[in-house]
């Protein structure tokens, strides 16, 4: 089985690509985030002739989550469910496809440490390791968990960690809360198949080299508990996707597993 994850940073911006992408690429499940759109302005009849299937969820220029597929799903759901508003509707994506659930989630940046959004940043970890709790199991269900987590844990996640210690994305508070979330029971897939530095998902738009000078994040992960962790047989960032015309600051995250 084939899972990758995308934030495509606006889904209309990047359809020519996506659909190029897919044709190549054959996932069986690719995830998206940032998908900038209204449900009702969503692509998805370009998606459907195209040969896919697709569940989403979004809104208007900000936030917004997709699930493209080649079969259909057992259940799909989204947001945290949870009672606290409706916020979280476009930025969590759940659903049950064959074997295994996969949980596509696009974390709050939270912009500064002293902002209301990057308190917002902690609490939606919070309440997504809740969400986890209530509803599974690692040792009886099969899980991945994807996305952009706006989360840069290690040293090596970053070109350069020094510099750049105290940014939301690549703090103590902010790897706390992601593991957090791993304690559940998740393993870093990512790391199985590609350990050290200079393994980026993400180059910032301001540089227009960035990513010729290597100035890239991993904030783009996929997790598994290490039983299905252990089933993956290879993980690799397209690297050549951020060289398109036109392309999102971040790329595509591909992982196979033997399902």
């Known amino acids: 089985m084939r899972i990758a994850t995308f934030n495509c940073n606006s889904i209309r911006q990047r359809l020519p690509q996506l659909l190029e992408w897919l044709a190549a690429n054959q996932p069986d499940l690719l995830a998206l985030q940032e998908t900038k759109v209204a449900d009702e302005l969503f692509p998805a009849d370009a998606i459907r002739a195209a040969g896919w299937l697709v569940a989403f969820r979004g809104q208007k220029a900000y936030n917004g989550v997709a699930m493209i597929t080649r079969a259909l799903p057992e259940s799909a759901s989204f947001g945290l469910q ?9 930025r969590l994506a759940d659903v049950r496809l064959g074997p295994v659930r996969v949980l596509n989630t696009y974390i709050p940046n939270g912009q500064a440490p002293d902002s209301p959004k990057y308190t917002f940043k ?28 706006n989360v840069a844990p ?33 393993t870093d897939v990512f790391r199985r198949h590609l350990p050290g530095p200079g393994h980026y998902t993400f180059w910032d738009y301001r540089d227009i080299r960035a990513q010729d000078r290597g100035l890239g994040w991993r904030i783009d992960h996929i997790l598994a508990p290490p039983a299905l962790a252990a089933r993956s047989t290879r993980l690799w960032v397209d690297t050549a996707a951020r060289r398109a015309e036109k392309p999102s600051d971040h790329t595509f995250v591909v992982a196979d597993f033997e399902l």
């Open 82 to 90: 949870d009672g606290d508003g409706d916020e979280s509707a476009p």
């Open 122 to 149: 902690l609490d939606w970890y919070a309440r997504l390791r809740r969400y986890l709790d209530q509803r599974y199991d690692p040792a009886r269900e099969p899980l991945i968990w994807l996305g952009d987590l």
């Open 154 to 186: 290690t040293p090596d996640d970053v070109y350069d960690s020094p510099r750049l210690w105290g940014d939301v994305c690549h703090c103590q508070a902010t790897t706390d809360a992601f593991q957090q979330v791993c304690a559940w029971g998740l």
